[in-house]
């Protein structure tokens, strides 16, 4: 059974119109991670929330923003959708934070965003 | 900052060979992991190594953490066509983010 689950696994949103990307986990973990992944690249990582702890990555734009309403669910709001963030978003969790032991990151299917 | 070198980008074989594939870095790494993406799907984590020399092996892959803390390399022995895929190696020091290797696509022909 899926772990991390991500909702909808694909969007179709218009250029400029907010979009919310869901994901959810049965793991009970303290982390969770939001990535941007383009085509045949590596992961980026937007930011994370360490429990209630929001860390956002220097290079984020203003753009992307988080909720986490409780321990299983994380939000990735989109405010104003570009053609350059049609991309894959992975949603990831992971129990500790990185270098602290138990900081696997499990990653949940990811949804894949067009925008028009 | 840190860099996570992963080689071959790509590779073609035919099924029944065995695959290597590497990941060199410019840091010392305290922790290896090595991910497998399919197309439309998130990375699914494959092997994970702790300790400088360690091996580790789950089925037919077989992965290693170098004793120089720069280097992990990944074999795939007897490939099958469901190993088609990208391979993503990534790793952190303590405390920090998780950097990813550039991913080595690999296409195994019947």
């Known amino acids: 059974d899926a772990m991390v689950i991500q909702n909808p696994r694909y969007q179709v949103t218009q250029f400029g119109k907010p979009v919310t990307l869901s994901c959810s986990q049965t793991?009970?973990?303290?982390?969770m991670y939001w990535y941007q992944q383009k085509s045949s690249q590596a992961p980026k990582l937007l930011f994370h929330?360490?429990?209630?702890?929001?860390?956002n990555e220097a290079d984020t734009p203003d753009n992307f923003q988080s909720r986490r309403p409780n321990t299983s669910f994380c939000f990735l709001d989109i405010r104003s959708p570009g053609l350059g963030d049609a991309a894959m978003y992975l949603c990831?969790?992971?129990?500790?934070?990185?270098?602290?032991?138990?900081?696997?990151?499990?990653f949940g299917a990811g949804t894949r965003l067009s925008v028009l | 900052g840190q860099q996570l070198n992963q080689s071959p980008q790509s590779m073609f074989i035919q099924e029944g060979e065995d695959v290597s594939m590497n990941c060199t870095s410019s840091s010392i790494f305290n922790t290896w992991l090595w991910y497998k993406q399919e197309p439309g799907e998130g990375p699914v984590l494959l092997i994970a190594l702790y300790k400088a020399g360690e091996l580790t092996s789950n089925g037919r892959l077989t992965a290693q953490f170098g004793i120089t803390r720069k280097d992990s390399f990944l074999n795939i022995s007897a490939s099958i066509p469901s190993d088609v895929g990208i391979y993503f190696c990534a790793g952190h020091l303590d405390g920090s983010r998780l950097t990813f290797g550039e991913g080595t696509q690999l296409t195994v022909n019947p």
């Open positions: 990831a969790t992971s129990r500790a934070l990185p270098g602290t032991g138990g900081d696997i990151q499990y």
């Open positions: 793991l009970n973990h303290n982390v």
């Open positions: 929330y360490y429990d209630k702890d929001f860390n």
